[in-house]
């Protein structure tokens, strides 16, 4: 661990003024090896007050990515989870893979200030400009059914809305399969990708990626449907240790009913009319329920119901079917 580092997790550890005396014993570092570290995070974007004859206090406004400030959130059981930050990367699905391509399979926290090619459902890109969002990917083992992937993408995206709404005073609404909306506006998507062993019938690697846009911004006209949470007073770093922990949960009950439930209650497409495509044919139905999978069951116009366990649709009174989705 560079030193700096080792200073900002004992500031963070006392949560109050300590001395650079202290800092240097400590750490077993002279004072001036204490105040170069010190200048190191204030240029790196860390607010810390100095005052003499008192010492460093780490001021929690700051609102820079750092494993340590993420990880001081992190439930017990996910205190040692691998936290890589990147400034600026093309996306944090696409080095969760590369990872996964390169043999690495821990379980791994990966998020970043800025994508250059971050990447949605279906091809699509995702909006990701510097400091205005979460952009973030688990990379996990859980070792489940390759039936439950449907069910996976469901949980989260209900685990997503609770831990968002720990730091707003609006209830959140999904619109199949995992778009996140907040007043018929888009504000996070996310993109769930695996790599299942057909023969032993289980999944052995899930990557999760999730882009929130947290901060006012101005979109691009061609995502005119999207819209930000507007939360300028809170650390990402708490917000994305909140998203990690309720998703863990999410994760480690996927069989229990609630989350089923609490997908269908938040749901912002049942009993709306849709439009999908389907064989180069568009085709026009009815949202009627979420099946025990996480599928969407849909009637269409001759009367008849079917089930859609993936694909894209149109609500037309949402005019969901926005390019922003992570």
Not at 85 to 105: C, L, W
Not at 137 to 144: A, C, K
């Amino acid at each position: 661990m560079l030193l700096k580092e080792q200073v900002l997790q004992a500031l963070l550890e006392k949560n109050d003024f300590l001395s650079g005396e202290k800092l240097a014993e400590k750490l077993d570092v002279s004072r001036a090896a204490i105040w170069k570290a010190i200048a190191q995070l204030r240029s790196d974007g860390h607010k810390i007050t100095a005052i003499n004859k008192k010492g460093y206090r780490l001021d929690q406004g700051g609102d820079i990515l750092n494993a340590q400030q993420i990880r001081q959130f992190l439930s017990p059981q996910w205190k040692a989870l691998n936290i890589q930050v990147y400034d600026t990367i093309d996306s944090t699905n696409s080095q969760a893979k590369r990872e996964i391509s390169a043999g690495i399979y821990e379980d791994k926290l990966i998020v970043a200030q800025s994508q250059t090619a971050g990447r949605g459902r279906r091809g699509r890109s995702f909006y990701s400009p510097k400091d205005k969002g979460i952009y973030m990917s688990l990379l996990l083992r859980p070792m489940l059914n390759i039936q439950d992937g449907l069910l996976i993408t469901s949980a989260v995206a209900v685990a997503v809305c609770q831990a968002l709404e720990k730091f707003i005073s609006t209830d959140l609404g999904i619109k199949w399969v995992n778009d996140i909306y907040l007043n018929d506006k888009k504000i996070c998507g996310i993109l769930t990708e695996a790599v299942s062993d057909f023969e032993l019938g289980i999944i052995q690697n899930i990557v999760i990626g999730i882009g929130v846009n947290l901060r006012p911004q101005d979109f691009p006209p061609d995502l005119m449907q999207a819209a930000s949470l507007n939360l300028t007073d809170v650390s990402r770093n708490e917000i994305i240790a909140s998203i990690v922990n309720t998703v863990q949960k999410a994760l480690a009950h996927l069989k229990e009913p609630q989350w089923l439930e609490e997908y269908r209650y938040r749901s912002v497409i049942l009993e709306k009319e849709i439009s999908f495509e389907q064989n180069g044919v568009v085709n026009y139905a009815t949202a009627i329920d979420i099946d025990s999978a996480g599928g969407l069951v849909i009637r269409l116009q001759d009367g008849t119901t079917t089930v859609l366990n993936s694909g894209e649709i149109t609500v037309r009174s949402l005019s969901a079917s926005s390019k922003l989705s992570k």
